[in-house]
C-alpha cells in the first residue's frame, strides 16, 4: 500500500514538473520604453502597404519601423494628431492612414505623413465631437465615424463627415432613457459586408449591403443590450463582449451556450483570430485562447523571458502584425506575441529546485555514453550536476571529502572508450564514480599532471590519452608504453608554440586536430610525429581567425571549424580551411560551439545567440535571449546532444531544445528606401526628394544625380517583420558577385559613387527565419552630364508639343495601326478582294495569342502576389502601352483587369490552404501574401470567384470541383 501510494506520489510530480517545463506556443516582446513609444497604453494598430506597422496610443500616433517614430506635423498644423489620445485607426485602398481620435477624425498619408482634418457637420447639437468611438473602412473606401451621438459617414470628394440616415441621429429629440440607445461603441463589416453597429445601451443592429435593416438583437438574446467590441473569427462567428463576459453568434445567429459560461468572470475588452480555428481574447485578466474545435480555454503564458508577462494586466487591444504575430495594447505596456511551436528550455542557478543547477557558468556538457536521458554538467565553480532529460531533476554530486576543499573550478570534460567519465579541474584530473555519484581524484597513469590546471582531454581511437595541462602543455599518454611526449615549444618546427590550447578533436580518419586560441590549428601527424600548422600567416590555409574554439564533423564528414571570425570548414583536396560563406546572410561572430540535428541543419552556439544554419535551403535563423535563451552568450565546447533533444551552455545557464519542432517561416520580408541623402565634393548634404522611391518594395526606378555629387546616403528598413532583431538587408552594385548583408533591420549607408556615369545598386531582404525576399529594389543611377542643362528648356517644350499631340491624334493613329497590321497580314492578296470577315478573324486571333502570352508572363513572374499591382505596373511590366493592354483584355480575354488579377490571386489562396506548410499561417496572412490588401475584399472576391466564403472552402477544400 505504501508503495502504491508512493508510486502516485512520484507520477504526480512527474506531471508537475513536465507542466512547468512544458513551453507556452506564444512569446512575448515589449515595446517600450527604450523605442519610443511614451504611453503604457497601445488602443489601435494598423499595416500599411510598405509594411510599416501604425501605432494608436493614449498620447499620439506612432509609426514602427525598428524603432517608434511619432508622427510630426506641420507648424502651421500642429497639435493636431500629438499628445492626443488615439481611439482607432483604419487603411483605405488609397494607403491612406484614417485616424480616429477622442474628439477629432484625420487622414495620414503613410508615405509623406501629411495630416488633413476631416470636418464634421454643421449641427446646433452640443457636443457632437465630444467622443469618438471607432473609424472604419469599409467597402468601396466608405469610411464611417462612430460618435457618442450619432453614426457619421465620410464624403470622400469634400473630407466632409454627414450623418447616416440608416441610423437615427441626434437631431431627434429623445428622452433621458433613449439618449443612451445612441451611444455607438463600435463598428464592424462582416465577410458579406453587412455592417453591425452595437450600442451601450441600445443592442447591436445589422445593415445588409443596401442599408436596409437586417436584423437587431438586444437583451432577450445577449442577455444585455450593451455591447462595446465586436468581432468575426474565421469560421464566421461574431463575438460580441458584453461588460462582463461574452456572447458568440454562430452563423445561424444563435448563441453558443458554453461561450457565455466560460466568460462571466471577465471584463472583455476585445478578441483576434489566431488561426482557423482559434480565437484570441483580452481581458482584464490577461490573454485567453479559446480554441472552437475542441472548447479548450486557456491563458496564454510567455514562452521567452519568465520575468515578462502580461497576466492580471488589462488586456485593452490585440491586433494583427504578420503572419502568427500580434501586436498587444495593456495597461503594463505595448508587447508583441509571436506564436511559436518552437521553445526553449533554460536550466540555471535561478531555477526553482529541483530543476537548479549549481551554478550559471558552464565549463562543459557530455551525454552520459551508457543511459541516453542523463546529461552531466560542469560549471566553472560549482560543481558537477547529472541533468535526467526525461524528468528535468537535477542532481548535484559531490566531491571526495579528501580534495573537496582543493578543487575551485572546472575547465573540461572527457569520456573514454571504457566509458568512464573524467572531468578536467583545477587541481588535476578527477573521475567519478558513477555507483556512488562521488568524484574522486585520479592519479592518470602517473602523468606529471596531477596537480595543475587541465583545459582539454581527448582518448582517441588508438588508446592515446591527450592532455592539455597549463604549465605542461599538449601532452600525449601510450598505456600500452607507459610513455608520454610533450608538444608544446615555441622554437621548434613542426611543435605547437604556444600552451593557451581550447580544443581537441579527432576526426573519423583518426587525425588528431589541436585548436589554440592565438595559433590557428594544428594537426597530428603519427607518421612523423609532428603537428602541421594551418593559421593566417599561412596564406594557403585560408584560415579567417587564429582563435579557435570547437571542431564538429558532421554526417557527410565534413570537418568545421568554430573561429573568432565565423566558421570554416576543411577542404581535404586542398588541404586548407576555407570560410563559410553564402550571399544570403553573414556568419562573422564567434562559434563557440556546433552541433547537427537529424535534418541536417547546423545549431551554432555563438557571442549573439544560437544560430541555425540551413545548406539546402541556403537560411540562417537566429535565436536571442527574448526567445528563452540563457543568455546570448554561449561558452565554447559545451554543447551535446542525445536522440530528441540538443543542449547548449553559456554564461548563465544551460539550454535545451528539441530541433525537430523548428520550421522556417515563409513570411516576406520587405526592405523600403525611406530617406536618401547625396553628398557633394565639398560635404555638403542633399535631400532627395522622391516620392516613388519611398513607395518601392519592389521593381526598379531610375534616379538622375548632377555630376558633383561624390556619395550617396540610404536608410534602408526592413518591414513586414515584428522581430526586428533577426531581419537583415543586403545590397550590392551591378556586377558584384556576394552581397552585403547589414547587421541591423534599419540602418543608414553610405555609399562612394562609381566613376562610371551609370550604375545600379540592388537591394533585398531576410525575415527573421533567413528566407531571403524574391522581390529586389534595383535603383538605377546615372549622373547627367553639365552641358545638358542648355537643352533642357527646348527639350521640355519639345516633349509637350509632342505628348498633346499624341493625345490628339490617339484615335486616328489606332485606326492607322489596324489598317496596316491587316494590309501587312494580307500583302499577298492586295490584288484580290479580302472579305471583311477574314480580316476580323485575324485581327482576333493575333489578340487572343497576345492574351495567351499575357497569362503565361504572369503565371511565370507572379507579378499577381504584389498587393500594389495596378493597371499602369503591369503594363509596364510586359513592355507595352496602356491602350493596347486594355485593347487584349477587352478582346483578347474578354475580362477586366481586376478580375484577371483576382482570379489568379484566389488561385494561389486555394493553394495554399491545401499546402500542408501553411497550416500555421492565419487565413489574413495568406491572403495579404496573395495579393488581398483587406479582409472584406478578400472574402468578397473569394466568394465571387468559387461560390463560397472561404471558411467553407476551409471545410471543404474540394468542394468547388464538385
Not at 554530486?397 to 572527457?414: A, E, G, N, Q
Not at 516613388?692 to 544625380?705: A, D, E
Not at 484580290?832 to 476580323?840: D, F, G, K, Y
Request: with cysteine; charged share 25%.
Amino acid at each position: 500500500m505504501k508503495f502504491r501510494k508512493l508510486r502516485y506520489f512520484i507520477v504526480l510530480a512527474f506531471f508537475i514538473i513536465s507542466h512547468e517545463l512544458c513551453a507556452s506556443d506564444y512569446r512575448f516582446e515589449s515595446f517600450q520604453p527604450s523605442m519610443g513609444v511614451s504611453s503604457n497604453l497601445c488602443t489601435a494598430s494598423i499595416v500599411d502597404k510598405l509594411g510599416f506597422h501604425w501605432l494608436g496610443t493614449n498620447s499620439g500616433l506612432y509609426r514602427y519601423g525598428v524603432d517608434v517614430q511619432k508622427i510630426s506635423l506641420p507648424k502651421s498644423q500642429n497639435n493636431l494628431v500629438n499628445d492626443i489620445k488615439i481611439v482607432a485607426l483604419d487603411i483605405d485602398d488609397e494607403g491612406f492612414i484614417w485616424v480616429g481620435a477622442k474628439s477629432a477624425v484625420f487622414r495620414v498619408n503613410s508615405i509623406s505623413f501629411q495630416v488633413e482634418k476631416i470636418n464634421f457637420p454643421e449641427t446646433s447639437v452640443p457636443n457632437l465631437t465630444s467622443s469618438i468611438n471607432d473609424v472604419l473602412v469599409g467597402p468601396n473606401d466608405s469610411v464611417y465615424v462612430a460618435t457618442r451621438n450619432g453614426l457619421l459617414k465620410c464624403n470622400r470628394e469634400k473630407d466632409k463627415l454627414y450623418f447616416d440616415s440608416r441610423f437615427p441621429h441626434i437631431e431627434k429629440k429623445r428622452d433621458s432613457v433613449s439618449k443612451s440607445k445612441r451611444v455607438i461603441t463600435d463598428l464592424m463589416f462582416d465577410s458579406l459586408e453587412r455592417l453591425w453597429v452595437s450600442t451601450d445601451g441600445g443592442g447591436v443592429r445589422v445593415y445588409n449591403k443596401s442599408g436596409a435593416p437586417f436584423l437587431t438583437f438586444d437583451t432577450q438574446q445577449l442577455g444585455s443590450n450593451s455591447i462595446f467590441s465586436m468581432y468575426e473569427d474565421f469560421d464566421q462567428h461574431v463575438w460580441l463582449a458584453k461588460s462582463r463576459g461574452a456572447v458568440c453568434l454562430d452563423k445561424s445567429f444563435t448563441p453558443l451556450k458554453n461561450i457565455e459560461k466560460l466568460f462571466s468572470d471577465f471584463r472583455i475588452n476585445c478578441f483576434y483570430s489566431d488561426r482557423v480555428n482559434d480565437v484570441l481574447i483580452g481581458t482584464d485578466k490577461g490573454v485567453f485562447k479559446y480554441e472552437s474545435h475542441n472548447g479548450h480555454f486557456s491563458v496564454i503564458e510567455n514562452a521567452g523571458d519568465k520575468e515578462l508577462s502580461i497576466n492580471n494586466n488589462g488586456v485593452i487591444y490585440i491586433g494583427g502584425w504578420a503572419s502568427n504575430q500580434f501586436i498587444i495594447g495593456s495597461r503594463l505596456g505595448v508587447f508583441g506575441m509571436i506564436k511559436t511551436n518552437f521553445n526553449f528550455d533554460t536550466y540555471s542557478f535561478n531555477t526553482p529546485t529541483p530543476m537548479s543547477l549549481s551554478g550559471n557558468l558552464l565549463r562543459a556538457v557530455v551525454q552520459d555514453p551508457r543511459n541516453r536521458k542523463y546529461q552531466w554538467i560542469a560549471t566553472y565553480n560549482d560543481g558537477v550536476d547529472l541533468l535526467n532529460s526525461r524528468t528535468s531533476i537535477i542532481t548535484p554530486i559531490p566531491f571526495d571529502k579528501k580534495i573537496s576543499s582543493s578543487i575551485t573550478s572546472l575547465h573540461c570534460t572527457m569520456v573514454d572508450f571504457h566509458k568512464n567519465i573524467f572531468f578536467g579541474s583545477n587541481n588535476g584530473i578527477l573521475r567519478l564514480n558513477k555507483k556512488e555519484r562521488v568524484l574522486y581524484r585520479s592519479k592518470f597513469y602517473g602523468l606529471p599532471i596531477s596537480n595543475e590546471s587541465i583545459y582539454a582531454m581527448l582518448h582517441s581511437t588508438s588508446g592515446d590519452y591527450w592532455v592539455v595541462g597549463m604549465s605542461s602543455g599538449l601532452i600525449r599518454y601510450n598505456p600500452q608504453t607507459h610513455l608520454f611526449n610533450s608538444y608544446c615549444k615555441s622554437d621548434e618546427k613542426g611543435y605547437i608554440p604556444t600552451r593557451n590550447i581550447k580544443t581537441l578533436f579527432q576526426s573519423s580518419n583518426g587525425s588528431i586536430w589541436v585548436g589554440t586560441h592565438i595559433k590557428g590549428i594544428y594537426k597530428y601527424d603519427s607518421n612523423q610525429d609532428l603537428f602541421t600548422c594551418y593559421s593566417t600567416k599561412n596564406g594557403s590555409t585560408n584560415l579567417v581567425s587564429d582563435k579557435i574554439f570547437c571542431f564538429y564533423e558532421d554526417s557527410r564528414g565534413v570537418l568545421w571549424v568554430g573561429t573568432g571570425k565565423g566558421l570554416a570548414y576543411y577542404d581535404p583536396v586542398n588541404d586548407s580551411f576555407k570560410p563559410f560563406e553564402s550571399d544570403r546572410f553573414a556568419i562573422n561572430m564567434l562559434v563557440l560551439s556546433i552541433q547537427e540535428d537529424s535534418s541536417g541543419r547546423m545549431w551554432l552556439g555563438t557571442n549573439d545567440g544560437i544560430k541555425c544554419l540551413d545548406q539546402e535551403k541556403e537560411t540562417c535563423s537566429e535565436f536571442f535571449v527574448q526567445d528563452g535563451l540563457q543568455s546570448n552568450v554561449f561558452e565554447y565546447n559545451v554543447s551535446t546532444k542525445n536522440k530528441n533533444y540538443i543542449f547548449m551552455g553559456g554564461n548563465n545557464g544551460l539550454n535545451r531544445f528539441d530541433p525537430s519542432k523548428f520550421k522556417t517561416s515563409k513570411r516576406d520580408a520587405k526592405v523600403v528606401i525611406t530617406r536618401v541623402q547625396c553628398l557633394d565634393k565639398e560635404g555638403n548634404k542633399t535631400e532627395f526628394a522622391n516620392h516613388h522611391l519611398y513607395k518601392m518594395t519592389g521593381g526598379y526606378q531610375n534616379v538622375q544625380l548632377s555630376p558633383e555629387i561624390e556619395k550617396i546616403s540610404l536608410t534602408l528598413s526592413v518591414t513586414n517583420e515584428f522581430d526586428q532583431t533577426k531581419s537583415h538587408f543586403a545590397y550590392k552594385f551591378e556586377g558584384d558577385s556576394l552581397w552585403t548583408w547589414n547587421k541591423d533591420a534599419t540602418d543608414k549607408i553610405t555609399l562612394e559613387i562609381p566613376s562610371e556615369r551609370k550604375f545600379s545598386i540592388y537591394f533585398k531582404a531576410s525575415n527573421s527565419h533567413g528566407i531571403v525576399s524574391k522581390k529586389k529594389i534595383v535603383i538605377h543611377f546615372f549622373k547627367a552630364r553639365s552641358y545638358m542643362m542648355l537643352f533642357l528648356v527646348p527639350l521640355i517644350l519639345i516633349l509637350v508639343v509632342t505628348i498633346v499631340k499624341y493625345f490628339l491624334s490617339r484615335k486616328s493613329e489606332r485606326k492607322i495601326e489596324v489598317n496596316t497590321s491587316v494590309s501587312n497580314i494580307f500583302s499577298p492578296l492586295q490584288n484580290t478582294h479580302v472579305p471583311s470577315e477574314v480580316a476580323e478573324k485575324a485581327i482576333e486571333s493575333e489578340i487572343e495569342l497576345e492574351g495567351k502570352q499575357i497569362k503565361e508572363a504572369l503565371e511565370k513572374n507572379m507579378w499577381y502576389l504584389d498587393r500594389n499591382l495596378n493597371k499602369h505596373l503591369f503594363a509596364h511590366h510586359l513592355q507595352i502601352s496602356m491602350s493596347h493592354l486594355s485593347l487584349v483584355l477587352r478582346e483578347g480575354l474578354k475580362m477586366s483587369f481586376n478580375d484577371l488579377i483576382n482570379s489568379y490571386r484566389v488561385d494561389e489562396v486555394k493553394k495554399r490552404l491545401k499546402d500542408p506548410s501553411f497550416k500555421d499561417y492565419t487565413l489574413l496572412g495568406i491572403a495579404e501574401d496573395c495579393g488581398f490588401n483587406s479582409k472584406t475584399s478578400f472574402y468578397r472576391i473569394f466568394k465571387k470567384f468559387t461560390g463560397i466564403t472561404p471558411s467553407e472552402f476551409i471545410q471543404d477544400p474540394n468542394i468547388d470541383e464538385e
